[in-house]
């Protein structure tokens, strides 16, 4: 089978580099071997919340300073604006609604009260502007009797600190009570998948019934699995302003994005091989020919162009053994000291240096091989080394941003090569 390009990894980055490609009229396989961050994701992409451990309400002009091996410094500062917009359009088409402008971050409500620094944030989610002005007067705090997987008790001591006063209470429905006869039915995906229809109608009238005179309501983010449309319709018919916040995985949100984005690709004519894993690829000189997947092998899989978004060690893109950290699927360069004591910070507080290991790649994130970069490989997201997803709040940014520079650059080569082709 030939393709344009194959992507390798199918989370938020390969998802968005595939729907970027698919957009412009490639022919585009993913091949993902499963689970993504996505399905852990808080509900806030961070283009950059830190620098220097302070806290930022303008990213962009933070991100002029980065190092040179920084992912952003390799897109250029003057390119992000444009790709941000560009990605909250996608977002947009793919059904996905975010609040949110590189310009400015805002605050979202973390699940222990606190308020953290973001760029994107689903629109169903709590966010405010300026957490000592949050514009609530008076919260309740909602749970499902048994969701053990939501803390009130944590969120209600955080929005305390906010001067926000909180009531809560404990809400039942008999779909509920059904999922609580087994108690590894209590989860979140599972209790998404029955909050629709007339058990919305049921779940709004038992919140407008214990929100009293509050203005506000926080419920545990267990609505809308596939669409937005559930929390809209329950959002509609609840009197006091709902909002979200994240629970412990899986997260719902996250499911929904990887669902809506995965949907979007294949509509546009993109194929994308779920529950696969890529073994190997095959270098003709400094090109990749070819690669091999475990269900499809004997296959000769091969394309134009190749991106690796397979993340990093939470996905098995990056490995760590005792004495080395490598590159599974292509044995490309990896970024990281040999010396393994100095991979990890000695509290679990401290900088921990592992969180900035990636692939090496050049300035176009072509993916290096032994020091030379191979001409139709690419790398993006998580895999990429030379940023700290948790230290600077910039792991969705990183793996949105990077994920459209490089589709972007691959469609205008492509692009002139065909009018080279025409002269
Ligand atoms: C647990 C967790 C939660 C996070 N939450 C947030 C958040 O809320 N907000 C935020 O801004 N950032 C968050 N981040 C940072 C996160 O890294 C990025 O936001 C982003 O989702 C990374 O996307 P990615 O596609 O690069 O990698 P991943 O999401 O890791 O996806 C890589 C994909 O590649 C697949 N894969 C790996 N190897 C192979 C192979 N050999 N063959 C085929 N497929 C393969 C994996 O199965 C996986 O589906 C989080 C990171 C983690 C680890």
Same mark, same amino acid.
């Given at each position: 089978?030939?393709?344009?390009?194959?992507?390798?990894?199918?989370?938020?980055?390969?998802?968005?580099?595939g729907v970027k490609l698919a957009r412009s009229g490639s022919k585009v396989a993913?091949?993902?071997?499963?689970?993504?961050?996505?399905?852990?994701?808080?509900?806030?992409?961070?283009?950059?919340?830190?620098?220097?451990?302070?806290?930022?309400?303008?990213?962009?002009?933070?991100?002029?300073?980065?190092?040179?091996?920084?992912?952003?410094?390799?897109?250029?500062a003057e390119?992000?604006?444009?790709?941000?917009?560009?990605?909250?359009?996608?977002?947009?088409?793919a059904g996905l609604t975010f609040i949110g402008d590189s310009s400015k971050n805002h605050f979202r409500l973390t699940p222990l009260g606190l308020c953290e620094p973001?760029?994107?944030?689903?629109?169903?989610?709590?966010?405010?502007?300026?957490?000592?002005?949050?514009?609530?007067r008076k919260a309740t705090i909602i749970n499902f009797k048994g969701f053990l997987d939501f803390l009130p008790g944590f969120l209600a001591d955080g929005l305390k600190k906010h001067n926000l006063p909180c009531d809560y209470a404990e809400i039942t429905l008999p779909a509920i009570e059904r999922l609580r006869?087994?108690?590894? *039915?209590? @989860?979140?995906?599972? &209790?998404? =998948?029955? $909050?629709?229809? %007339? #058990? /919305?109608? !049921?779940?709004?009238?038992?919140?407008?019934?214990?929100?009293?005179?509050?203005?506000?309501?926080?419920?545990?983010?267990?609505?809308?699995?596939?669409?937005?449309?559930?929390?809209? *319709?329950? @959002?509609?018919?609840? &009197?006091? =302003?709902? $909002?979200?916040? %994240? #629970? /412990?995985? !899986?997260?719902?949100?996250?499911?929904?994005?990887?669902?809506?984005?995965?949907?979007?690709?294949?509509?546009?004519?993109?194929?994308?091989f779920l529950g696969d894993n890529v073994t190997r690829g095959y270098m003709e000189g400094p090109a990749l020919k070819e690669i091999e997947t475990a269900n499809l092998s004997g296959m000769s899989l091969q394309a134009d162009n190749f991106i690796l978004a397979t993340g990093s060690f939470f996905s098995q893109g990056l490995v760590a053994e005792p004495d080395r950290i490598y590159e599974p699927v292509l044995g490309a360069d990896v970024e990281a000291p040999s010396d393994r004591s100095l991979w990890c910070g000695k509290s679990i507080?401290?900088?921990?240096?592992?969180?900035?290991?990636?692939?090496?790649?050049?300035?176009?994130?072509?993916?290096?091989?032994?020091?030379?970069?191979?001409?139709?490989?690419?790398?993006?997201?998580?895999?990429?080394?030379?940023?700290?997803?948790?230290?600077?709040?910039?792991?969705?940014?990183?793996?949105i941003l990077s994920a459209l520079q490089v589709a972007r650059n691959i469609i205008a080569?492509?692009?002139?090569?065909n009018s080279e082709a025409q002269a």
């Amino acid at each position: 089978m030939k393709y344009d390009t194959i992507i390798i990894g199918g989370g938020l980055s390969g998802l968005m580099a595939g729907v970027k490609l698919a957009r412009s009229g490639s022919k585009v396989a993913i091949i993902s071997s499963g689970q993504s961050a996505l399905h852990f994701h808080s509900g806030s992409f961070g283009l950059l919340g830190h620098a220097d451990g302070k806290e930022l309400l303008h990213p962009l002009e933070a991100i002029g300073t980065l190092p040179a091996g920084h992912p952003y410094s390799k897109i250029g500062a003057e390119s992000i604006p444009a790709l941000a917009d560009d990605a909250k359009q996608i977002f947009a088409d793919a059904g996905l609604t975010f609040i949110g402008d590189s310009s400015k971050n805002h605050f979202r409500l973390t699940p222990l009260g606190l308020c953290e620094p973001s760029w994107l944030t689903m629109d169903d989610y709590a966010t405010c502007e300026n957490p000592s002005e949050t514009g609530w007067r008076k919260a309740t705090i909602i749970n499902f009797k048994g969701f053990l997987d939501f803390l009130p008790g944590f969120l209600a001591d955080g929005l305390k600190k906010h001067n926000l006063p909180c009531d809560y209470a404990e809400i039942t429905l008999p779909a509920i009570e059904r999922l609580r006869r087994n108690s590894s *039915e209590m @989860r979140a995906a599972a &209790i998404a =998948k029955v $909050l629709k229809g %007339p #058990v /919305l109608e !049921m779940l709004a009238s038992e919140i407008n019934r214990a929100a009293g005179n509050s203005d506000v309501v926080f419920m545990p983010a267990v609505v809308g699995i596939d669409s937005e449309q559930p929390v809209r *319709e329950l @959002r509609s018919m609840v &009197i006091p =302003k709902l $909002l979200c916040v %994240p #629970v /412990l995985p !899986m997260s719902v949100c996250g499911m929904r994005s990887q669902i809506r984005l995965r949907r979007y690709f294949e509509q546009l004519g993109g194929t994308y091989f779920l529950g696969d894993n890529v073994t190997r690829g095959y270098m003709e000189g400094p090109a990749l020919k070819e690669i091999e997947t475990a269900n499809l092998s004997g296959m000769s899989l091969q394309a134009d162009n190749f991106i690796l978004a397979t993340g990093s060690f939470f996905s098995q893109g990056l490995v760590a053994e005792p004495d080395r950290i490598y590159e599974p699927v292509l044995g490309a360069d990896v970024e990281a000291p040999s010396d393994r004591s100095l991979w990890c910070g000695k509290s679990i507080f401290d900088n921990q240096p592992y969180m900035q290991f990636g692939v090496t790649t050049d300035r176009d994130f072509h993916v290096m091989f032994n020091g030379v970069p191979a001409g139709n490989v690419y790398a993006v997201g998580a895999i990429l080394g030379g940023s700290n997803p948790i230290r600077e709040g910039s792991g969705g940014g990183v793996a949105i941003l990077s994920a459209l520079q490089v589709a972007r650059n691959i469609i205008a080569a492509g692009r002139a090569d065909n009018s080279e082709a025409q002269a």
